[in-house]
Structure formats: C-alpha cells, structure tokens
C-alpha cells in the first residue's frame, strides 16, 4: 500500500511487516562527493583551515548558523542567531546549520502538516535577511542549492528579492541539523 502526500512524498508500507519507506521529492538530486581523488595528496596546513565549504574560512559556504559553540578564557560559550557581519569575529568549536539538503523538507512540514517559523524564528529570518551581509550570504548559499538541484542560469538569475526571501525559511526553521566540528584534520593528516 503507499500515499502519495500533497508534498509528492510517497510512503510506502509493506503490509506484512508494516515498515514504512518515504520517497521525498528532490532528494535524488543531493550531490555525492564522497569518493577520494585519484589525485588526493599529503594536506598543506592553512589557517584558517579552507578545504571544504564546511571549513572556518567558509562559514558563508553554509546556511546561516543556528547556534555556535565558542571556547573562552570562562570554558564554552553557546551563541545562537549570529548576525553575518559578525560570522568571523569568533572561533567555532562547533557549529549547528541547516542542512542544505534536507531528507524531509520545509515544503514536507508546510504542505503536509500547515508547518509555519515560530515567531522567534521569523524575528531571527526578517533580521538576518534586512543586512546586506545576511541576505547575500542567503541568497549565495540558496543559489549553490538550486544549481546543484538543477536549475539554469537563467531561471537563477529571474529569482526576485522575494522569491529569495520566501524560499529561505528551511534554513531558519527546519528541523534538519548537521552539527560540524571547527578543525575537521587531525595535525600531521
């Protein structure tokens, strides 16, 4: 048996063991990267450390962060809704964003269940997209997603302010986080 949700999603159930497997619209289209280079080498040390879009020298290759945990002289401080301008003013230990390729979307939550930001996350949305720092960092990081989902050049660049804007609530309410850690190579790797 399978439902076809008004999202697209398809759940399907074995109805003799009752597990339960979704098919979420889109999901075909996360990249993979995960093979080694055949031209993989020995890693040059930087600092800040800039070989993955999850690196210090690329906060803005993710979406806007939820949360950070920063070392200070008092132990671990945990600061929440940074403002872009204020992305490289701290160290993250770790860092808690969005994930650009969610499994089960904002569109599954809104569509399916009426799924709506709380008003804090809205406050938190309308503030970071009012700068000018939050709304390119929005916009960037928006573009990379719907290119690698397969959207043209041309559709990209017809993309207005507002489209921009009513396409970016996953990344200030969605409930898919990855949690990445400030030094992702051991010294000597």
């Not at 619209?25 to 031209?39: D, F, H, Q, V, Y």
């Not at 671990?76 to 301008?85: C, G």
């Not at 089960?104 to 939550?109: A, F, I, Q």
């Not at 399916?112 to 709380?118: A, C, F, G």
Request: include cysteine; aromatic fraction near 12%; hydrophobic fraction near 35%.
């Amino acid at each position: 048996m399978f439902y076809i949700m008004p999202d697209g999603t398809i759940k399907q159930i074995n109805p003799f063991t009752r597990t339960e497997v979704w098919t979420v619209p889109g999901r075909g289209s996360k990249p993979l990267t995960n093979a080694i280079p055949k031209n993989a080498q020995k890693i040059e040390r930087h600092d800040p450390e800039d070989y993955c879009n999850f690196c210090e020298a690329n906060y803005f290759n993710t979406p806007p962060e939820k949360s950070r945990l920063v070392k200070t002289a008092k132990g671990y401080e945990m600061m929440e809704h940074l403002p872009a301008k204020e992305y490289f003013e701290t160290k993250a230990a770790f860092r808690r964003v969005p994930n650009l390729f969610e499994i089960v979307t904002m569109d599954y939550w809104r569509m399916n269940h009426s799924y709506e930001l709380s008003p804090r996350n809205r406050k938190w949305k309308k503030e970071y997209l009012a700068t000018e720092e939050g709304f390119n960092h929005v916009r960037n990081v928006l573009s990379l997603k719907l290119r690698l989902s397969g959207y043209s050049e041309e559709r990209l660049s017809a993309l207005t302010r507002e489209d921009i804007v009513n396409m970016s609530d996953a990344f200030f309410g969605g409930g898919h986080e990855l949690v990445v850690a400030g030094r992702h190579y051991a010294d000597g790797a």
